[in-house]
């Protein structure tokens, strides 16, 4: 499979690496907007693009994929503001994409376990719900895409919280999410429960960028001769991944 790579930074090295590891041919990078000038040919001959670059990039990336006919992997967050505009204009064009606030394997699992989790805490309101992430200091936005992915899967659970904010707060109907930035922390989410007389607590933390990268290769695996818009958890029910661990 020939892969294009948008953002060749940490995340987009270690990409590499897997890829060729899996047998995988790299034919185009880009790391800034001034990279991606003169290369169309070599973006339109790639079968699939991975974006891990910048949030005030990724939907020009997006779209630049779209215009090269080269299904499009975006594992870059902060940008979903935007989202639905982009699945219309994937939808308009019979394009690809399949997006993701974490690639991590583990991290998508553990997106299942707090589904379940908030639907059975919701019968018991005298528990208090929060959300606690921590990331190294290079990651920009926050709280962190996947944080943001926890706080909604929780609301669409509880009866009562309406909303996330990314601070302490006395609303109740508000969820609080709290993040914290330390140095050489790949990522670390816990989603806690607390009354007055226990606390039940879920915790993911990632060790390294690997579970990422494994995760984001793995997708541009599966979407390649896919058309419309997808997410992990579509490969998830999709995908068995007991060899893919080693």
Known sequence: MKIALSGYGKMGKEIEKIALERGHEIVVTFNDSDDWVGKEEELANADVAIEFSMPQSVVSNIFRCFDAGTPVVVGTTGWFDQLQHVREVCWKHNRSLLYASNFSVGVNLFFEVNKMLAKLMNEHEEYHVSIEEIHHTAKLDAPSGTAISLANDIIDRTDNKNVWVNEKSDKEYELEIFSHR??????????????????????????????????????????????????MSDLIKDVKFEGFAK
Do not use: M
Not at 186 to 211: C, L, M, Q
């Open 182 to 231: 330390e140095e050489s922390v790949p990522g670390t989410h816990v989603v806690k429960y607390e009354s007055d007389i226990d606390t039940i607590e879920i915790t993911h933390t990632a060790k390294s960028r690997v579970g990422f990268a494994k995760g984001a290769v793995l997708a541009a695996e599966w979407l390649v001769n896919k058309k419309g818009v997808y997410t």
